[in-house]
């Protein structure tokens, strides 16, 4: 791989280098991505570096990384959404006699740069934490990771949820002014795939949901369930 006259930062050339190959088919969805190390030989430099340049891409949807398992080429997200996101509040909680949910984990935490960046805070300011699996008559349907501004749901960690979900809990607290979501079809990493009962490296859809009060942002969260069961918009019959 020759990047003579190429005056560009080395992360920008990997950059470049990976899309040419995602916009030619030679790696399809689905499909994983050499190392971070193999990019960092291949192009002469840190693995920083070569980090860099594939954690820039996951944030822009064109890949997903998987702790333990490498990285994967993803759905790209489209320019514009033209679909009806599900209201999971309604399937995904208690007023549905067969909804439970298991809480793995709920924490505080110090942010990290890209989920503070999320949330308007400073790096390593303390935040909330939690993971749950929901589950319809004792399956689980869906893995969700939440982060939480405290200041705004500042009893979030006090609550058992043994009476209404985490985001229903939210909603009460505070009542979202405007919430963002993203659909993306993902490969799920072991926590995800063993949570959910799944195969090693299932295709998944994630939905990821910010939502704000005003200015300001109330949480971030990322909901992941089988692409098997996940369907998006109105019921046509065809």
């Known amino acids: 791989m020759s990047q003579a006259r190429d005056s560009s930062p080395r992360y920008a050339q990997i950059k470049r280098y990976i899309k040419a190959q995602l916009e030619s088919g030679l790696w399809r969805i689905g499909e994983r991505i050499p190392s971070e190390t193999q990019l960092s030989a291949d192009f002469s430099v840190s693995r920083m570096t070569a980090r ?8 822009e949807g ?5 702790v333990g398992a490498g990285t994967f080429v993803t759905q790209p997200p489209s320019l514009a959404s033209v679909v009806e996101v599900p209201d999971f509040n309604q399937q995904f909680n208690y007023s549905n006699p067969e909804y439970s949910n298991r809480i793995l984990t709920l924490e505080a935490i110090a942010a990290g740069r890209n989920i503070a960046a999320l949330l308007g ?19 689980p349907l869906q893995w969700e990771e939440c982060f939480v501004s405290p200041s705004l749901v500042p009893a979030y960690l006090k609550q058992k949820y043994q009476k209404v979900s985490p985001q229903a ?7 979202p002014s405007r919430v963002e979501h993203q659909l993306q ?4 990493d072991a926590e995800v795939t063993g949570a959910l009962g799944l195969a090693t490296l299932s295709p ?6 910010r939502s704000w009060s005003h200015a300001r942002v109330i949480s971030v969260s990322r909901c992941i369930a089988s692409g098997d069961n996940g369907r998006v918009g109105a019921e046509l019959l065809l």
Not at 52 to 59: D, H, P, T
Not at 169 to 175: F, K, L, R, T
Not at 185 to 188: K, M, P, Y
Request: hydrophobic share 55%; charged share 20%; proline share 2%.
């Open 121 to 139: 805070l400073a790096e390593a300011e303390p935040i909330y934490h939690s993971v749950v699996v929901h589950s319809i008559a004792s399956a």
């Open 204 to 209: 998944c859809m994630k939905i990821t949901r």
């Open 52 to 59: 860099r340049a594939v954690q820039e891409l996951a944030e």
């Open 169 to 175: 809990y939210m909603d009460w607290v505070i009542a």
């Open 62 to 66: 064109l890949l997903e990384r998987s």
């Open 185 to 188: 079809a993902v490969i799920a």
